[in-house]
């Protein structure tokens, strides 16, 4: 988990410092010499106006050098989750609270639309929460194009559960440096039918 920490302190840095800590971390940093085409671009918007514009970045950031730099291969939920869930950090004073949520990031902003009864049965039934196999495997459940927000939802809280709840979190990195598959998320972080009722 220490590397995604690094991350976060050193998320505005140049590319060379992520690099070396990478590689202190065992991963294997990627160079581009001069004559390689330029890295892709975030087409996102930037708006100051936000109460918090840079959670836009701070997504798109840590995708890239999830991918560029450390070279994760993640299953889809953790790729976006994983990215939520640093882009949903309160930054504060140039310093990013890891895991304090802002309330104005997205998708945070849209929690209404997230488990709207107090019961799972009702909300697997009335679709306000796909199931967490469906989510894992990317198989399953509803339309991602007519669902969303809801699916961005699912992937930020998930990756906050395994991150933040205390019987989870030790097995965080290795379910990111396994990828966040389905044998992994059921060998380090239980059954889904047990997580999941």
Known sequence: MGFLFIF???CFCPLCLFSCCFAALGFQAKTYPRSSPPAPRNTKPFSANENNPCHWMLHEANQQLNHEVAHLKLEHWLEEGLAEYFSTS???ANAIEVGRIDPNTYPVWLMDLIATSPDLAENL???SVIPLRCIITA???PSLNSRFNLYYLHWWTL???VFESPQHRDHALALV???GGLDAFEQLIGPVETVQP
Do not use: A
Request: aromatic residues 12%; hydrophobic residues 20%.
């Open 8 to 10: 976060l302190s050193l």
């Open 90 to 92: 309160r930054l504060k």
């Open 125 to 127: 039934r009335n679709g």
């Open 139 to 141: 198989h399953g459940g």
């Open 159 to 161: 990756t906050y559960f």
């Open 177 to 179: 440096q396994r990828g």
